[in-house]
């Protein structure tokens, strides 16, 4: 799977649509291994994020959990401290 695809499950502040946007077309990058189409699959590649954005979203409002919500902040620390141990 990609790296740059984040969890967008049970955070506080829920994820908003320009993450969701983000992480489909990073999906969509990777299957199809453009980063960009050409003129001739722009508009599939288009309709492909559109169609795992919106996938995803319905995927994201049906899950339940009974944990609490992460912290954003948080959780970006330890992303950050976990990069500083692993790169220095």
């Known amino acids: 799977m990609c ?5 967008l ?3 506080d502040p829920p994820a908003t649509d320009a993450e969701v946007r ?3 077309e ?3 990058r990777k299957i199809s291994g453009f980063t960009r189409p050409s003129k001739a699959n722009e ?3 288009a309709r492909a994020i559109d ?3 919106g996938t995803a979203h319905r995927v994201i409002d049906s899950l339940e959990t009974t944990s609490q919500p992460r ?3 948080v959780e970006a620390m330890k992303a950050k401290a976990r990069a500083a141990a692993r790169f220095g």
């Open 3 to 7: 790296r740059n695809i984040r969890t």
């Open 9 to 11: 499950f049970n955070f």
């Open 22 to 24: 983000a992480a489909a």
């Open 26 to 28: 990073q999906f969509v």
């Open 43 to 45: 508009a599939a590649f």
């Open 51 to 53: 169609d795992v954005a």
């Open 71 to 73: 912290d954003r902040e």
